[in-house]
């Protein structure tokens, strides 16, 4: 076990294997060199090509998540060694924190609570602030998660577009081929797309330049995604007028200069962290290591 997991996953993959977790060991090489020619499986992620040499007897890495860009999956390939992840069981709680992040945003919610706590309706009124009625969001990335958000937009009385790869002719959204078009378009910018070296700073100073001092970004797929650097002095410059993140590059660590901004909402990568949804996510993991040694199909195999 290279990450940690909720209970619920722990006790069924006890259950059902020996297991050696990595995750607060105090000498973490020691006992993967001491385990090392025994481990047939991983359930979790973080598993570079280096790992992965040192377990000549890996067959299977479990992703706990939808995003497996922490797994070296051409190493794995290379190996022959399969990769499986999580999705579908965590939709909903993605999209509901995404709209959840931008109301908070939208009526600095925080903030007002923060207001009131301090005293500062017993001096004056708090501000008119924003509502997503009426506002055109554009999604970059219209995948599994990205279809809920874009569902729930609509509750929420918006008008919804999108970026990607490719036209989704199924879909009813208006599709941009152009990611700068789309932001100039848009109140607010979805970050929900893979991570990974090809959408590495895909948002970029000029997609946030676009998206201008009366847009909103929301960040919720991979923290390498956003050029942290222009973001921050971006907002801080009123270029780009608002930010709700759940994803930094170099988290936990979240650059100080958000922490004074009022324009900002901070949240620790929690996308997926309802009891619920990481019970689930847990119960695929395990699900897809019993297959494997079952000899029957995987569930959700990405390579």
């Known amino acids: ?13 006890n259950e059902h294997f020996t297991v050696h977790t990595l995750v607060g060991a105090a000498d973490p090489e020691a006992l993967l060199a001491e385990v090392a020619p ?8 973080k598993v570079s090509a280096a790992m992965m040499a040192k377990l000549p007897a890996l067959e299977i890495v479990a992703n706990s998540g939808v995003g497996y860009d922490s797994i070296d999956t051409v190493a794995a390939k290379a190996r022959g060694i399969r990769v499986t ?10 999209a509901e924190i995404t709209i959840g992040l931008m109301i908070a945003l939208a009526r600095r919610i925080p903030q007002a609570d923060r207001f009131v706590r301090e005293g500062g309706w017993l001096k004056g009124q708090y501000p008119n602030l924003s509502e997503l009625t009426g506002k055109t969001v554009g999604i970059l990335g219209l995948g599994r998660i990205g279809k809920e958000i874009a569902t729930r937009a609509q509750a929420m009385k918006m008008r919804v577009v ?20 789309m932001a100039r378009e848009s109140d607010w910018l979805v970050v929900i797309a893979p991570g990974g070296k090809d959408t590495d700073n895909i948002i970029s100073r000029d997609v946030m330049a676009a998206l201008g001092p009366k847009g909103s970004l929301v960040s919720m797929a991979r923290g390498s995604m956003v ?25 936990p660590n979240v650059p100080e200069a958000l922490f004074a901004m009022d324009n900002v909402i901070l949240s620790p990568h929690q996308g997926s962290k309802t009891v619920e949804t990481r019970d689930a996510m847990g119960a695929l993991v395990v699900a897809n290591l ?11 195999a990405v390579v």
């Open 227 to 251: 050029d942290e650097d222009a973001l921050i002095a971006m907002l801080g410059s009123g270029e780009l007028g608002a930010a709700a993140l759940d994803v930094f590059r170099d988290e």
């Open 290 to 300: 019993r297959a494997h040694f079952a000899g029957e199909p995987l569930l959700t």
């Open 1 to 13: 076990m290279t990450q940690p997991m909720v209970p619920s996953c722990i006790a069924s993959l």
């Open 85 to 94: 992840n999580t999705p579908n069981v965590l939709n909903d709680a993605v």
């Open 162 to 181: 999108y970026h990607g790869r490719r036209r989704q002719p199924r879909e009813p959204y208006a599709y941009y081929d152009n990611l700068l078009e």
């Open 38 to 45: 025994r481990i047939r499986g991983i359930a979790g992620g």
